[in-house]
């Protein structure tokens, strides 16, 4: 009967170029895709974005 | 003494009596105010909610413009203050050209649309010439975003003042049915703004993320106005890539860019990679394949392609992502953005089942690139 304030929230999605492991993180003025961030953590490999999107909550 | 406790309500209102003149007042009464003042009250109530939703387009409007004006200021630096210019860019128009003779229209709308882009272009560029590209292209989407709901909100206004001015309630007829979906489009709109000022991926940019990804590591080449051109190789088979350059917002010509294209080497089938209206009760991000340019806008860009398949018997396919019209223009949603694989692989699969080692493939993500680079 009352609708819900939807609110988006903006979400990164890094992956590992070489051991594929993903993290994902809010998203950042000046995040790109395929842009390469941080080294990763378990292989100290490239970081890549991979997806950037937005996924909804319902206040 | 009227004896009030011995009333007979039968005989009082004359429920057993057919010509009591009081019942037929009554039915007769509202019967005669709705023969004459039917289409007045009908206005009325129509006209409340009418209202209403003007009032909705007038804060979006409102909204837009105070976006622009502030990411103008803080992003741009210019010397000036830029609300004077704003206001006077957003009562800009088109004329489209005359139709009666359609010979020759598809170029003369082509000239007048990049006449108005190229303008808004350098005057925007002109409240700050050091602004970057990127940057620049940020605030024309975020000020043809301010025009389009300026627009909606004058003419719905319009045509809703012209019927009351004229107490004509058939005039309002026809906004009370396209109202909704005025409604639905001016609200996407809005919603908009904020991937646009933030430089994030929206629905549209689908095909762009597509094709960018296959473009990384390899030559890239400015084929058009904003339009960026590669090679690479897929299981022996050539394959010329072709998107919007990023990470800017702009759609690209690539019309210009297939025409330049064919000129040099043509491809033996164009395969075409686009975001897609959904229709209702369809599922959001749902992929489908099928013939044809995939491509939006006036048209211009898409005749401009099926003129140049056709002259040089180029089968064109397309594969589509649907969506509604608010995820097409904002911040991708996870379900489109998580089909960019599978997208992948049915273009792999297309290339395999429609070539042969040693031909060559014309692939075009189409859409909106903003945020999606090469």
New interface residues.
């Given amino acids: 009967m009352f609708s819900k304030e939807e609110i988006?929230i903006?979400?990164t999605?890094e992956k590992c170029k070489s051991c594929e492991m993903g993290r994902k993180r809010k998203?950042a003025?000046?995040?790109?895709?395929?842009?390469e961030t941080t080294k990763c953590n378990s292989c100290e490999g490239t970081m890549q974005i991979e997806?950037?999107?937005?996924?909804s909550i319902e206040k | 003494m009227v004896d009030f406790t011995n009333i007979d309500l039968d005989q009082l209102f004359g429920f057993s009596d057919d010509s009591n003149p009081l019942l037929m007042l009554i039915w007769i009464l509202p019967i005669i105010i709705f023969i004459f003042y039917g289409q007045r009250i009908q206005l009325q109530v129509t006209s409340g909610e009418i209202k209403k939703a003007i009032k909705k387009l007038d804060a979006y409007r409102i909204e837009a413009r105070t976006e622009l004006i502030e990411h103008v200021k803080k992003n741009m630096n210019p010397k000036e203050d830029p609300t004077k210019k704003i206001d006077r860019f957003l009562e800009y128009f088109t004329i489209m050209p005359v139709d009666m003779d359609p010979h020759g229209i598809v170029d003369k709308v082509r000239h007048t649309v990049r006449a108005r882009e190229d303008y808004s272009r350098n005057q925007v560029k002109s409240l700050s010439p050091e602004t970057s590209e990127l940057e620049l292209s940020k605030v024309i989407t975020l000020l043809e975003i301010a025009t389009s709901l300026h627009m909606i909100y004058k003419i719905v206004n319009h045509m809703y003042l012209t019927a009351k001015k004229q107490n004509n309630y058939p005039l309002i007829l026809p906004l009370q049915m396209i109202l909704p979906f005025i409604m639905e489009e001016a609200e996407a709109i809005t919603k908009a703004i904020p991937a646009f000022k933030?430089?994030?991926?929206i629905g549209d940019g689908i095909g762009p993320?597509v094709v960018?990804?296959m473009m990384?590591d390899t030559k890239k080449e400015l084929l058009a106005f904003q339009t960026v051109s590669s090679e690479t190789e897929f299981d022996g088979r050539k394959l010329i890539l072709l998107k919007a350059e990023?990470?800017g917002s702009s759609v690209g010509r690539p019309g210009d860019a297939v025409e330049a294209i064919v000129a040099k080497n043509k491809p033996d089938i164009i395969i075409m990679v686009d975001a897609a209206l959904k229709m209702e009760g369809e599922d959001s991000a749902i992929t489908a394949q099928g013939f044809g340019a995939a491509i939006g806008g006036i048209g211009t860009e898409r005749f401009q392609i099926e003129d140049i398949a056709t002259k040089n018997n180029i089968p064109i396919f397309a594969i589509v992502i649907k969506q509604s019209v608010k995820e097409a223009i904002?911040?991708?949603?996870?379900d489109?953005?998580?089909q960019?694989e599978t997208v992948r692989t049915q273009i792999h699969e297309m290339i395999k089942e429609n070539t042969k080692s040693g031909q060559s493939i014309l692939l075009i993500g189409v859409g909106n690139t903003i945020?999606?680079?090469?």
């Fill in positions: 988006i903006a979400y999605l998203f003025e000046g995040d790109y895709l395929f842009s997806k950037i999107f937005g996924e | 933030s430089g994030q991926p993320m960018g990804k990384l990023g990470p904002t911040l991708m949603t996870k489109i953005a998580n960019a945020g999606v680079p090469q």
